[in-house]
């Protein structure tokens, strides 16, 4: 159980992200069960996976008010295992708006989260058709190594990256990616 510190208060924002499996909710749609300043209509009945689901914001102490993920733009979050390209467990970041991964804001706390855990962040772009890494160089080049396996096939590996999303298995996805910018400073 990670140690959550913060409620998500009005934050609703992987409630428009996620596929939820058990509602038939598809990833990056809103879900039909969220009112409007009022949050889940069905919140003692919510699926097990809304309940399972805690964002980094929510146990990272420093994380502001700001960072939130609905005012910030972006969700980061834990993969929970280690993942295919690095072996290690490490940060995925969900994208909420086209474009908000490049904020300067959603770049500061991605580097910082980075550097304080030593982490790749995995940055899905909003819609869920490509992934950027950013951090460690080593990892980044593991990961890319990853992505050059003959066996690695990019346009079946986002097809199963999507279908994970949708079945709420993501954290432990096999992905692909299409850039990663080192102009970014992290
Ligand atoms: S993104 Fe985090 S803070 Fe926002 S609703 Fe989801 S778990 Fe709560
Ligand atoms: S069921 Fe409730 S908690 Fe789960 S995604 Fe829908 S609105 Fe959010």
Redesign the pocket.
């Known amino acids: 159980m990670k140690n959550i510190i913060k409620p998500c208060g009005g934050c609703?924002a992987c409630?428009a992200v996620f596929g939820?499996r058990e509602?038939d909710?598809e990833p990056w749609t809103v879900?039909e069960?969220?009112v409007a300043k009022k949050g889940?209509k069905?919140?003692g009945k919510?699926?097990h996976m809304?309940r399972e689901f805690f964002c980094l914001w929510q146990s990272v102490e420093h994380m502001t008010e700001e960072e939130r993920p609905d005012r910030l733009g972006a969700i980061f979050a834990t993969t929970n295992g280690p993942t295919e390209f690095t072996g290690a467990e490490e940060i995925q970041a969900y994208e909420l708006r086209p474009g908000s991964m490049d904020d300067s804001k959603v770049m500061r706390v991605a580097k910082r989260l980075s550097a304080e855990s030593g982490k790749l962040i995995v940055a899905h772009l909003h819609g869920g058709k490509a992934l950027q890494f950013f951090g460690p160089q080593a990892k980044i080049d593991a990961a890319m190594e990853w992505a050059a396996l003959p066996e690695i096939d990019m346009a079946e590996s986002v097809r199963k990256a999507s279908k994970q999303l949708q079945n709420g298995t993501l954290p432990k996805l096999r992905a692909v990616w299409t850039s990663y910018n080192k102009d970014k400073g992290v």
């Open positions: 609703t409630c939820v509602i909710k879900c069960h969220l889940c069905i919140y919510r699926p809304c």
